[in-house]
């Protein structure tokens, strides 16, 4: 692992409060390697057994489900510094129920989870911390699973655009912001059709809710 690899780990917030040098060692202990992706190539599919959590280096994936008429649904977006799969990287969990897929060329460390969970021999003080960043991660994604649920619990497509733009706001603190996704991902995000969200998006900046170009948004009083 090099200086460069090193660099870019330390920014995962799994990886807070550890040295590049603690990475490095770490990486005995947790039998990490890194694997390269090329756009549009598939990282975990759906019905895999996995016993590793990835954490996203370089390049952005993309957790995806598919009904059984072929309709896609985005899950998450995963970024550079994020982990993926630790809710089902152990040896008594469901295999996956979602494909796992690169948006972009993409460089990936796996990291195995029941080594991360095992203390290492040495009892090293950044191993427990490694075991602490995990769970508050953890902590973190079930309240993003939940602000989802609650998106798209609303019965109207305006009412579920409404919910996500507010919430994008208020974790912004400003009724200006950019989100991360774009028409058709945002339309997958929110289980809605593209035509009819781009209809009431066009109808919610003419009755003086929005204004919007691309991804850059506004919420305007009302």
């Known amino acids: 692992m090099d200086k460069k690899d090193l660099s870019e780990l330390k920014q995962a917030r799994i990886f807070n409060n550890i040295t ?8 005995d202990c ?6 390269n992706f090329p756009k549009g190539s598939t990282v975990f599919s759906a019905g895999d057994q996995i016993d590793s959590i990835g954490v996203v ?3 952005q994936l993309e957790v995806e489900s598919l009904d059984y008429w072929g309709n896609t649904a985005i899950i998450n977006l995963i970024n550079p510094g994020e982990i993926f799969g630790e809710a089902y990287a152990s040896a008594d969990a469901e295999p996956l129920p979602n ?3 690169a948006l972009s060329e993409s460089r990936v460390l796996f990291m195995n989870m029941q080594h991360i969970l095992t203390q ?3 009892a090293c003080s950044f191993h427990n911390q490694l ?20 998106h798209m619990s609303k019965r109207t497509t305006r009412e579920k655009l409404l919910s996500y733009l507010s919430d994008i706001a208020q974790q912004k603190e400003s009724n200006s912001f950019q989100i991360p996704f ?6 997958d995000y929110l289980s809605v059709e593209r035509s009819a969200m781009s209809a009431e998006l066009s109808r919610m900046a003419k ?3 929005i204004r919007y170009h691309k991804n850059q948004f506004e919420l305007l009083d009302q």
């Open 20 to 27: 590049e040098e603690q990475i490095e060692s770490l990486m």
């Open 30 to 35: 947790v039998q990490g390697s890194i694997r």
């Open 57 to 59: 280096m370089e390049g």
């Open 99 to 101: 494909d796992v897929i």
């Open 120 to 122: 290492c021999q040495r």
């Open 131 to 150: 075991i602490q960043n995990l769970f508050t991660i953890a902590t973190r994604r079930n309240r993003y699973m939940n602000r989802k649920i609650s």
């Open 182 to 187: 774009d028409r058709q991902q945002l339309a």
């Open 207 to 209: 009755d003086g809710l």
